[in-house]
């Protein structure tokens, strides 16, 4: 849908954009390209009296000039953090920009200019991802929204915030006309949209997901959480279980990993019963399908854990099918983009 889109404006001077600005990646999808740009939402700072910018020229990095900073970031301070069992310092937490980091907002600038690119003489227009409120921590979204849009603003980019569950679902719906459940999985927030016909009949987070699991997995064995998180990207496998490991310590790891996985889904399969018990008027009569993205949702035999947990409960409504999107990880990206191209062709 997107390539049939774009074929119409690609030979003018507007670039359309899908900007998923998630709490561990940070995805874009353009009109002009058909790959997917994904970096790590991360960063590492370095003292620059200690280490020259020659020194990096393998590295991504990024220089704050106006305070002489120099920050590694991406995947390399994720490896770089992992190599020397180091804490990562992450821009955004529990889906929102970290209160705590002093310097978060000036590394997503330099990094959104990193991976949007040079848009000068372009009109460029793009849809970025925000997260609903989170039913079960009290932070407003509003802050994290407004700022995003000062950055785009700054770049030059016209922007619009769209809900991030609600991108997946003009991803991965178009089939059903827009019908359906989406929850994404990410790393700070589980983002959950139900809707009917293109119309949001039901938005809400939990602040419980990919972050929450690892904390508690490094609390329970004394780790540092990205080692955590390193060792669950590498070696999970919900789907034969951590027994087959035959590393002991590892082994351990992804048994913890498994426990509080299974306990994240039961938490959030509640969560949606009770939210559209209490909020939402309209019957929907119709079957629609329940869409499973997200970083988190990678491991192998998530969807079959997920499967198995829903079918302990009864959902208010009837479910078609449970389907995993076709790449999880830049899903809502490229359903932003989807927006963004149908905005601009209307205008």
């Known amino acids: 849908m997107v390539d049939e889109i774009t074929d119409n404006i690609k030979n003018n001077n507007i670039i359309s954009i899908g900007l998923d600005i998630g709490t561990m990646n ?59 069992s180091q804490k990562i310092s992450r821009p955004m937490e529990s889906g929102l920009i970290s209160p705590k980091e002093l310097y978060a907002i000036d590394v997503l600038t330099l990094m959104l200019k990193n991976i949007i690119g040079d848009v000068r ?33 700054a770049i030059g980019v016209n922007h619009t915030p769209v809900n991030e569950a609600m991108a997946i679902i003009y991803s991965e719906c178009a089939k059903e006309k827009f019908s359906g ?114 970083g988190t949702s990678l491991p192998k035999g998530f969807d079959d854990l997920f499967k198995d947990t829903l079918r302990k409960y009864n959902l208010p409504f009837e479910i078609s099918e449970i389907r995993r999107a076709k790449n999880p990880l830049t899903a809502v990206a490229s359903g932003l983009l989807i927006k963004t191209i149908s905005d601009v062709k209307n205008l």
Not at 135 to 152: A, M, N, P, W
Not at 237 to 259: C, P, Q, V, W
């Open 26 to 84: 940070i995805c874009c999808a353009k009109s002009d390209s058909t790959i997917v740009k994904t970096t790590r939402n991360v960063f590492l700072e370095l003292d620059p009296d200690e280490i020259s910018v020659s020194e990096l020229s393998n590295v991504s990095f990024v220089r704050n000039e106006e305070d002489n900073k120099l920050f590694i970031i991406g995947a390399d301070a994720f490896t770089f953090a992992n190599i020397f």
């Open 181 to 294: 459940i989406a929850i994404s999985f990410g790393a700070g927030m589980a983002n959950t949209c139900i809707s009917y016909k293109g119309i949001e009949a039901l938005k809400f987070s939990t602040a419980r997901s990919g972050d929450w699991i690892d904390q508690n997995v490094a609390e329970s064995l004394s780790m540092v959480s990205n080692r955590v998180t390193n060792i669950k990207e590498k070696n999970l496998n919900l789907r034969d279980g951590f027994m087959s490991e035959k590393n002991r310590k590892t082994r351990r790891i992804l048994e913890a990993l498994e426990y509080y996985y299974t306990s994240l889904v039961e938490y959030t399969i509640k969560k949606i019963i009770k939210e559209f018990d209490e909020k939402v008027d309209i019957e929907i009569d119709d079957e629609i399908p329940l869409v499973i993205s997200g």
């Open 121 to 153: 003489d372009k009109e460029v227009y793009c849809s970025y991802s925000v997260p609903a409120e989170a039913i079960d921590k009290s932070r407003s979204v509003t802050y994290h929204e407004k700022v995003f849009g000062r950055i785009l603003s």
